[in-house]
């Protein structure tokens, strides 16, 4: 294998065709030449010097493994930092999906509060459901509980109380418009759901 002269004033096409034929001291010039630019690119990418360093090292090492596939040697500045580029895309999409992956983690405890929180609100409004029942005249909230909380008919209710299916309708009436007037428009929200 011939060895090239790495020195400044060999042009690049020549080293590139060295390097192609396995000559690792052309290679170490071409990178020599290229690694302000690939610093520079890397660096301002990922924001982070470290980081930048590890996908330099990483786009260099599949460089010089494609190198023999290079077909324009005077294409090679460009073909380099192509494959920076995607080194560094690879990279970042990585770290995005880690990322991400540990949101399945914060998903979960997120879901566990928001459960936890959903169970307290819901106890918090059943209480200031029970609470307004409670202030409810004792007709009204007898029609109302029978009706809305136990889920029987009118004419079940009736038989019950032993007053006309009209006069029930018009107590679970009142009654809701009370427990809107106290708690607003939960009350709807509250109604909705059974």
């Known amino acids: 294998m011939r060895r090239v002269p790495v020195a400044a004033d060999v042009p690049e096409v020549d080293l590139v065709v060295a390097a192609q034929r396995g000559d690792r001291?052309?290679?170490?010039?071409?990178?020599?030449?290229h690694a302000e630019r690939?610093?520079?690119?890397?660096v301002?990418?990922?924001g982070d010097e470290h980081l930048a360093d590890d996908v330099r090292q990483q786009a260099l090492a599949?460089?010089?493994t494609a190198l023999p596939t290079l077909r324009e040697p005077a294409r090679f500045p460009?073909?380099?930092l192509s494959i920076a580029c995607n080194a560094c895309r690879k990279r970042l999409r990585s770290d995005v999906q880690r990322a991400h992956a540990g949101d399945d983690a914060l998903a979960e405890v997120a879901e566990h509060r928001r459960s936890a929180l959903s169970s307290l609100v819901r106890r918090e409004d059943a209480t200031r459901l029970a609470l307004a029942i409670d202030r409810l005249p004792i007709l009204l909230r007898e029609a109302f509980v029978l009706?809305?909380?136990?889920?029987?008919a009118y004419v079940d209710i009736a038989a019950i109380t032993a007053a006309s299916e009209g006069t029930l309708q018009v107590r679970v009436h009142r009654a809701k418009a009370?427990?809107?007037?106290?708690?607003g428009s939960a009350v709807d929200t509250w109604w909705s759901r059974r």
């Open 147 to 152: 009706f809305a909380v136990e889920g029987l």
């Open 178 to 183: 009370l427990l809107r007037q106290q708690l």
């Open 78 to 80: 460009n073909w380099l």
């Open 44 to 46: 301002t990418m990922t």
């Open 38 to 42: 690939l610093t520079r690119f890397l």
């Open 62 to 64: 599949q460089a010089m």
């Open 25 to 33: 001291t052309a290679f170490a010039a071409l990178v020599e030449r």
